[in-house]
Structures are given as C-alpha cells and as structure tokens.
C-alpha cells in the first residue's frame, strides 16, 4: 500500500482561528495570536503550543496512492485535457480510491430537498 506521504501540513487555532501551514522543511509559521506555531512542509509534522489550542487539520497519503495520481495528472496534461478536466479526474480518482465523502459531491446523498429535486429531473 506505501508508507503514509504529507499531502498538508496544517493547523486551525482555536483562539484567534488562523488557519496555518507549513509549506517546505523548516517553514516555521505561527499563527497571529502565537498560541500554535507549525513546522515541518510535506517531511514531518512539528507543533509548538498546547494541542488544546489547535485543530489538526493535516492530510496524508499513502506514497502509492500519491504516485498513481501524480502519474494520471502527468497522462492528462500530455493528452492536452484542460485544467478542469484535471481537476475532475483528480477528484473521480481521489473517489475511487475511497478517499471522498460521496454525500459532499453527489446530489443523491444530500437531504437537501431541491437536490432530490434537481436529480429526479435527470
């Protein structure tokens, strides 16, 4: 399956709410009210500050799933798809692999009335 792979270094402070990330290797960023500080990019996940203070808001990976997808965007941008495209077929992958809360994108899930509305016009 591959070893887990940093896609998003990345905090929410609870106190003043800045979203915060890391981008690269010792990208130290604290956010405005200097509760939380995180560190580390896409190589390890450092915090400075009590975990109270803070919602975990990172994502990982696995190194496979991370390659795969790499690849296919790779295959799509020489075959000449536009940036939508992309951006769909990243998404249909990202579903496939079971990584996507289905309700979130599909209007079958979603309790909303005029969703149930909308597809039973399909």
């Not at 270094?9 to 604290?30: L, P, R, T």
């Not at 200097?34 to 500050?49: F, K, N, P, W």
Request: hydrophobic share 30%; with cysteine; charged share 20%.
């Amino acid at each position: 399956m591959g070893r887990p792979k940093i896609i998003q270094n990345e905090v929410q402070c609870n106190n003043c709410g800045d979203i915060i990330h890391s981008a690269s290797v010792h990208s130290s960023v604290q956010c405005r009210c200097g509760d939380v500080m995180v560190d580390g990019g896409m190589e390890y996940l450092r915090r400075a500050g009590h975990a109270q203070n803070y919602t975990e808001r990172s994502m990982t990976l696995n190194e496979t799933t991370i390659n795969e997808l790499t690849e296919y965007i790779e295959m799509m941008i020489e075959s000449g798809r536009n940036p939508l495209g992309i951006a769909c077929a990243v998404i249909r992958t990202l579903r496939d692999f079971g990584l996507l809360d289905e309700k979130k994108f599909h209007p079958n899930y979603n309790d909303n009335p005029k969703s149930q509305s909308f597809v039973a016009g399909w």
